[in-house]
């Protein structure tokens, strides 16, 4: 079964300042990778997708992410967070066997003013 | 459009006691899904129904059952509630499994004392 990692488990940045978001997954054929957040209260939703073709992605709310295959990994970024960012990032590979997403463990993000 | 509804959204049960949390979508989705989030494990699949009349277990099925009532419901039943079983339980559903792109519920609060 597909496993991902997630290395940074809270991070605190300033607004302005730069994010990136580190994860890897196990599965080293055809993978589907993903990206959600959980904002305060709220229920998760889809950040962004990547499925195959032009590895760079771009999501909602100016995130980006870039599936590098030879590292197994596809980390977020964001080039200038705000305060509104504030959120738990999940990161999450399809799992082609059950057809279900399998989570990574998150990364609480803390955006100060 | 309500999306993902589950109910109820808190409930606290004493050791040994029975429940069953409820979930429907209107979309239309053949797949639903319960997860359960907690802290530092992220999002881990309980059970899951690819399309109606059909469900199987995911990462973490002990102690738990579900039933797809219909295409639009799909319950999580806990027989002998145990305080291990005290979680955030994510009820969520996508058109088809292998899209990956799940709509969720906002969560079930369950405490187990």
């Known amino acids: 079964a597909q496993s991902v990692s997630q290395h940074n488990h809270h991070v605190i940045l300033s607004e302005a300042a730069s994010l990136e978001l580190g994860c890897n997954y196990s599965?080293?054929?055809?993978?589907?990778l993903f990206w959600y957040v959980q904002y305060p209260g709220q229920h998760l939703q889809l950040l962004l997708k990547?499925?195959?073709?032009?590895?760079l992605v771009k999501g909602i709310k100016g995130f980006e992410a870039e599936f590098i295959k030879s590292k197994f990994s596809f980390n977020l970024r964001k080039p200038s967070v705000q305060w509104s960012d504030t959120a738990e990032y999940f990161c999450?590979?399809?799992?082609?066997?059950?057809?279900?997403?399998?989570f990574g463990s998150g990364t609480r993000l803390q955006v100060q003013p | 459009n309500a999306g993902v509804t589950q109910t109820p959204k808190f409930q606290v049960l004493k050791t040994g006691q029975s429940m069953t949390l409820q979930c429907a979508q209107d979309?239309?989705?053949?797949?639903m899904y319960w997860y359960r989030q907690d802290p530092g494990m992220g999002l881990r699949l309980i059970y899951y129904?690819?399309?109606?009349?059909?469900?199987d277990k995911g990462e973490v099925p002990n102690g738990y059952n579900v039933s797809r009532l219909n295409k639009r419901e799909f319950s999580l039943r806990l027989e002998s509630a145990a305080p291990s079983q005290t979680s955030v339980y994510f009820c969520?559903?996508?058109?088809?499994?292998?899209?990956?792109?799940?709509?969720f519920g906002e969560g079930s609060r369950l405490t187990v004392l």
């Open positions: 129904s690819a399309s109606e009349g059909t469900t």
């Open positions: 969520a559903s996508s058109m088809t499994g292998s899209t990956g792109e799940l709509f």
């Open positions: 990547y499925f195959s073709g032009d590895p």
């Open positions: 599965y080293g054929g055809t993978v589907n």
């Open positions: 979309m239309n989705h053949n797949s």
């Open positions: 999450a590979v399809m799992d082609t066997g059950r057809r279900a997403l399998t």
